[in-house]
């Protein structure tokens, strides 16, 4: 190309140079809004209503689980979701119950439920049997036999260990739990008083205001600040021969048993 030709030209950065020197007291220049519009749906968009909080995103729930034992068959499953009237066990495909009862008269039927039992003041049980899967008491059990998987100890709540079947224990704020049997079961949690020997198969959890006396053997011990101990202890040693404590009391109900493999026998003289 002619050097001629070069002088009639400006490349594109030159050009922005320019347009930005020819601004108007140091502001860039407006340009008028384009004529051409894109097709749209001929709808207004709706107005904002003014103070109403911006829709956002929150947690996602996740469908609530149960750990469900048949008292039909001792099989033990885990249902998700929400329970209805009946659930069907997966093994023996028995309906079972979900209702729950609050027991606060005289009661003489058996009551087998998935649910939860409430034994509140005024109840009067006679020699009756209770399943379910959370037993709370409040009051006197009397004769009944209780069989459940959570164990929940209110205030004014007495029971009879010797009647009683359960797999985890927890003492309520303002229960006042005194036993002279031993307690025998997988996890203990304490808010309130309880005085008893413990042997726990998993743990022992004192929370904030909770207090323990007599003596403890269990693999683990968490104590919070605020809560309260004077026990004898017996952490990770001794604490072997819990779990066939556990063990042995739920072969003797029936509750939450599992299969064990046989072991062989060892053949050989005993040592001096």
Not at 18 to 23: E, F, T
Not at 65 to 71: M, T, V
Not at 84 to 109: F, H, Q
Not at 251 to 263: I, L, Y
């Amino acid at each position: 190309m002619a050097d001629g030709d070069r002088a009639n030209m400006i490349d594109g950065f030159a050009s922005v140079q320019a347009v930005r020197r020819a601004k108007p007291r140091g502001e860039d220049p407006k340009y008028a809004p384009s004529r051409s519009r894109l097709p749209g749906s001929g709808k207004k968009a709706p107005a904002k209503k003014s103070g109403a909080p911006a829709p956002h995103v929150g947690r996602t729930a996740l469908p609530p689980r149960f750990d469900i034992l048949c008292y039909a068959c001792g099989y033990r499953f885990v249902l998700t979701g929400r329970m209805g009237d009946s659930v069907l066990c997966s093994k023996c495909r028995e309906a079972l119950l979900t209702k729950d009862y609050t027991l606060d008269r005289p009661w003489s039927e058996p009551v087998k439920t998935v649910g939860t039992v409430v034994v509140a003041p005024g109840a009067v049980l006679s020699a009756v049997k209770i399943v379910a899967r959370r037993v709370r008491v409040a009051a006197d059990t009397g004769q009944a036999e209780i069989e459940c998987q959570d164990l929940e100890m209110d205030k004014g709540g007495t029971l009879d260990l010797g009647r009683a079947t359960f797999r985890d224990l927890f003492v309520g704020e303002k229960a006042r739990c005194s036993f002279s049997r031993v307690v025998a079961c997988r996890k203990i949690e304490v808010r309130g008083r309880l005085t008893a020997k413990v042997r726990a198969e998993e743990s022992v959890s004192i929370r904030v205001g909770g207090m323990v006396r007599g003596e403890i053997v269990t693999p683990r011990l968490a104590v919070e600040d605020g809560a309260g101990l004077s026990a004898r202890l017996a952490i990770g040693t001794e604490s072997r021969n819990v779990k066939s404590e556990a063990t042995a009391a739920k072969r003797k109900t029936g509750v939450g048993v599992t299969q064990e493999r046989p072991r062989k026998a060892v053949r050989g003289k005993a040592r001096k």
